[in-house]
């Protein structure tokens, strides 16, 4: 495995899709549920080895608000490997000062698994390491009328003047206030689109697509990914300076 291997300044957070569970089940013979199980191995994989390189932030979309739409037993499903993961990894995150956060609509959740995850995120409230982002119930979309509707209300309570809305207040009153917005978003199972995820953060992300799905993504290929990402140059829309 070659990730060179170290971590471009350039590259503090990475954001990624994790498509493809179930055609992996698919393609093994397997119901739907097992390669969310495969899927969850795969999360474990990716946690470690970004918090070994020493990236800063690592977004991971657990659960879509367009996720809800699907089979009840499904999403029950989804819903209990998530408790699974938050009780069997609390002590192994604490241990490796990764700080848990979550972003979504989580009101959503049920009461006794919001619970579990709001402790987990409190017993590693004091990590120094790596940020594990998970979204869960989370819509791009949602996010942003969210904030929107906060910057109304303080408007209308004249707490706020409209002229004085801009893209760093708006960005203040999004569910990653705090976080730097992702240098890089990668999107596993062969789709190209990015499913209503971070929109606004990612205005000048550089993104991978793999058709690799998700239960088989490895440290290797994430690895090589990163060595694209030092080949890339990132101009923020504005001109290189030697030109």
Not at 88 to 95: A, G, N, V
Not at 228 to 238: L, T
């Amino acid at each position: 495995m070659n990730v060179g291997n170290l971590l471009p300044s350039t590259l503090r957070h990475i954001a990624m899709i994790m498509d493809g569970n179930g055609r992996w089940a698919e393609k093994h013979g397997r119901p739907r549920v097992k390669g969310h199980e495969a899927g969850a191995k795969t999360v474990d994989r990716m946690v470690s080895y970004c918090s070994g390189i020493g990236l800063e932030v690592l977004t991971l979309y657990a659960f879509s608000s367009e996720n809800w739409q699907r089979p009840v037993f499904e999403v029950s499903a989804l819903m209990s490997l998530l408790r699974h993961y938050l009780r069997r990894e609390d002590k192994r995150l604490k241990k490796n000062n990764i700080r848990l956060r979550a972003i979504g609509r989580l009101q959503r959740l049920e009461p006794g698994l919001r619970r579990e995850l709001e402790r987990v995120i409190l017993d590693t409230s004091s990590g120094n390491g790596m940020i594990l982002n998970l979204a869960i119930s989370y819509g791009g979309r949602d996010e942003l009328c969210d904030a929107a509707a906060e910057l109304c209300r303080q408007v209308q309570n004249g707490e706020l003047r409209c002229d004085e809305i801009n893209d760093e207040l708006l960005s203040r009153h999004l569910y990653t206030a705090g976080l730097p917005d992702p240098d890089m978003m990668i999107r596993t199972g062969g789709e190209f689109r990015v499913s209503n995820f971070l929109l606004w953060q990612s205005a000048y992300t550089e993104l991978y697509f793999t058709e690799t799905l998700w239960p088989d993504f490895s440290a290797e290929e994430l690895g090589r990914i990163i060595d694209d990402f030092k080949c890339r140059e990132r101009r923020f829309g504005r001109v290189p300076e030697n030109k």
